[in-house]
């Protein structure tokens, strides 16, 4: 449980908490509709059982202190639902665009209940097929985490759970990933490889919350999280 301020009121709500915040009164989805991570379990070799267990008591703890301390556990904390991705029949040995394939049918699929308006068919088709239109945006692009990014556990990261540094470590999948192309010369990183094409993008346990709430904004979603994938994915 973490600590109070002495005066007994709460921490400034942080800008990460007011985006996850918002975006459970966007106008695009019906009231009361979640928010919280789709997590993805592939890793199901001897002794990862207890592993995983211990990963998802980290990163709940990690949600509940941030909402405790911003006293938001009564608004906030009955809609945080995890969502668990945990058959090892059907999910182990996947790798990040399996998972992309997988992840965006389940957004569609949810959409379908969640949506304050129908959408059209062939833009239902696009989110769930991720074949976009180059000339308008899909509706999910402009919702919050839940619907464009999604958690994946292998066994590296389950492995790092007794790192000192950097830490317990997970992997985010954008189920929309396409590498960027530098807009001007100055812009191209020489050390990066000209073909990266990896979607995903390591971050630590500890950052799970607050990185949710960044990501819930579409515009912050290649600062934050393309370019660091293009980076650590190689």
């Known amino acids: 449980m973490p600590t109070m301020p002495t005066d007994d009121k709460p921490a400034e709500c942080t800008p990460e908490i007011k985006l996850i915040e918002e975006s459970l009164s966007d106008h695009y989805l019906k009231p009361g509709s979640p928010w919280g991570f789709v997590v993805y379990r592939v890793a199901y070799g001897d002794g990862t ?22 006293r938001k556990m009564e608004t906030m904390g009955l809609r945080h639902q995890l969502v668990l991705m945990d058959n ?3 999910f182990e040995g996947m790798t990040t665009h399996d998972v992309q394939k997988h992840f965006r049918s389940w957004v569609a699929d949810e959409l379908e209940v969640w949506l304050a308006n129908r959408r059209s068919p062939e833009e239902m088709n696009e989110i769930r097929t991720g074949k976009k239109s180059s000339t308008k945006i899909s509706v999910d692009m402009l919702l919050g985490t839940r619907y464009n990014i999604c958690v994946y556990v292998d066994d590296s990261c389950l492995d790092s759970l007794d790192n000192k540094f950097p830490g317990p470590m997970i992997k985010l999948v954008w189920k929309d990933w396409v590498p960027q192309e530098p807009m001007e010369e100055e812009e191209i990183d020489t050390e990066m490889p000209p073909d990266i094409d990896v979607g ?6 500890h950052e799970y919350n607050w990185m949710y709430g960044i990501l819930c904004e579409y515009n912050n979603r290649y600062d934050e999280y393309c370019i660091a994938a293009q980076r650590l994915g190689i």
């Open 200 to 205: 995903w993008t390591d971050l630590s346990v």
């Open 49 to 70: 059982d207890a592993k995983w267990s211990r990963l998802l008591r980290i990163l709940a703890k990690d949600v509940e202190d941030d909402l405790i301390l911003h």
């Open 88 to 90: 090892r029949e059907r």
